[in-house]
């Protein structure tokens, strides 16, 4: 029986998909399996909780190295081969790492990982939507952030899986491991083919058009993203050749866009880059970090003794963190961005407030158990990763990609994740300092305080995209007809990190 053309490239591109997203899962194992390693590198090199906090959080900051750079790169070598890049500085991270003798050598790995980093929450989105189809750009752009949330688990697991190692050997195995996938990705790149607008970009205009018919829905819809990648790379219509000669872009253009977004915005667009940065703010200032990376801690300080125990309740921590990112994607289209939104902040606004109860009661009983407490604990954080992760969490790719103007969404994209990843690194990097001046329990009261005002920027800055049509997101914000783009959308979103629908 003949197999269905549209099917057979679904199937192409899903595979597609699959393959760029190794990149993301070795990022979040990065993120995810520090959080017990720490526990046994502080032991092992004994170091302070504020040379912790440093290795911990670092990698944020580190990353917008690898970001700012990967932009570059991927222009210039192709969008399949920034991939490796981003795979050998994951691969000599993880030996660096795994290989040190003290603290100085631990940081340098950290910060060749956390280019690596950079480099990953790059290109995978980035790739993955230029080689999606329409039909499915949607579901498959969301994968990058599904495999975040898989490689934390497995960085967990990780834990787990060698915390029963001699203390020297244990961390130092939990974070050398992670070269062995990054050498698995340099070779599965060999097996995906080049992004087409990159193809086009450099003139292989041949090249481009075979990729689009392995992975476009029908040869018409090949034809006309073909059209739309070669007018917004300046390519004449009716210039068929296989090999062409393509003008360099004009130099003013990114000039141009600083000013608008930046140095003298209008209103409306002020409007939209409030709403756009507030939303990676407040992502990462509701503590999810402190979650994420301190679970050990926290269920420590919760009253939980014992590493297995410890390190058996942080992977269910990410199990439920990876459960509900995938709920997240089949919602997202159904139930729409706000309601999400705000279900999402809220659900973490009661979770956060029953987390710190119970440290508070716990850390007040410091010799008697209370059981009850010790279970809020445990089901608040379990309750605060799974609300996280069905809204808060997905949303900032989702919204940003939506909100901006297609002429400056690029950048636009990279000042908000500038934020994301900077805001990141303060609330890892202060949280044990926070714990000691206002308790753990006290900290986590801060967080909920800060998700309170999440909830309420939300429901007053960010309205409801779900169907909307570009222009018609515009004039939400207040933008008029003369703001609204004259390129062609559908072109130039091919290069962009866009992760809805």
């Not at 691969?91 to 956390?114: E, K, N, P, Q």
């Not at 006290?442 to 570009?470: C, D, H, K, N």
Request: net charge neutral; glycine share 10%; with cysteine.
């Amino acid at each position: 029986m003949a197999v269905d053309p549209k099917k057979k490239n679904a199937n192409y591109a899903f595979t597609c998909a699959i393959l760029a997203s190794m990149a993301s899962i070795i990022l979040g194992y990065d993120i995810g399996v520090m959080s017990g390693a720490s526990l046994y590198i502080k032991k092992d090199l004994e170091i302070t909780d504020v040379q912790v906090e440093i290795l911990m959080g670092i990698l944020n900051i580190y990353s917008l190295v690898g970001s700012f750079a990967a932009g570059r790169t991927a222009d210039w070598i192709g969008r399949r081969f920034t991939v490796v890049f981003a795979a050998a500085f994951f691969f000599a991270g993880a030996l660096l790492m795994g290989f040190s003798g003290d603290y100085a050598t631990l940081m340098v790995g950290r910060f060749v990982a956390g280019v690596g980093v950079g480099y990953a929450i790059m290109i995978a989105p980035v790739y993955t939507a230029e080689i999606s189809p329409a039909s499915s750009r949607g579901f498959l752009t969301s994968f990058p952030e599904v495999s975040i949330n898989l490689g934390i688990l497995l960085g967990y697991v990780s834990n787990y899986a060698f915390a029963r190692l001699p203390l020297s050997l244990g961390w130092r195995v939990m974070l050398g491991v992670g070269a062995a996938p990054s050498v698995l990705l340099a070779l599965m790149v060999f097996g995906m083919p080049e992004s087409p607008r990159w193809l086009v970009m450099k003139g292989r205009l041949a090249d481009a058009k075979a990729v689009l018919e392995k992975i476009a829905d029908t040869p018409e819809e090949a034809s006309e993203r073909l059209a739309d990648i070669k007018a917004a790379a300046g390519i004449p219509d009716d210039l068929d050749s296989d090999v062409v000669t393509v003008s360099k872009k004009r130099g003013g253009d990114e000039g141009q866009v600083w000013r608008e977004l930046v140095v003298s915005p209008t209103p409306a667009m002020r409007r939209i880059v409030l709403a756009a940065v507030g939303l990676h703010f407040f992502q990462q200032a509701s503590g999810v970090d402190s979650v994420v990376l301190y679970s050990p801690r926290v269920f420590q300080s919760a009253g939980i003794t014992g590493d297995d125990q410890l390190l058996g309740t942080t992977c269910a921590v990410g199990v439920a963190k990876t459960l509900f990112i995938l709920v997240a994607a089949f919602l997202l289209d159904r139930a729409g961005r706000r309601p999400l939104l705000l279900t999402s902040t809220g659900g973490m606004v009661v979770s956060l407030v029953g987390l710190a109860t119970g440290l508070t009661v716990v850390g007040r009983n410091a010799d008697a158990q209370v059981p009850w407490a010790v279970g809020l604990c445990v089901a608040s954080i379990l309750a605060y990763v799974a609300f996280f992760s069905v809204g808060l969490g997905p949303m900032c790719g989702v919204c940003t990609s939506e909100i901006f103007p297609l002429r400056v969404r690029a950048l636009g994209f990279a000042v908000a994740v500038a934020c994301n990843r900077v805001t990141s690194g303060v609330i890892s990097m202060t949280f044990l300092s926070l714990s000691s001046a206002i308790t753990i329990g006290g900290s986590f009261f801060l967080y909920a305080a800060i998700s309170s005002l999440a909830w309420v920027f939300f429901f007053t800055r960010l309205p409801e995209t779900r169907g909307q049509t570009l222009e018609e997101i515009g004039k939400v914000f207040g933008m008029d007809d003369e703001a609204m783009e004259t390129e062609d959308s559908a072109a130039y979103s091919e290069r962009l990190l866009a992760t809805s629908p």
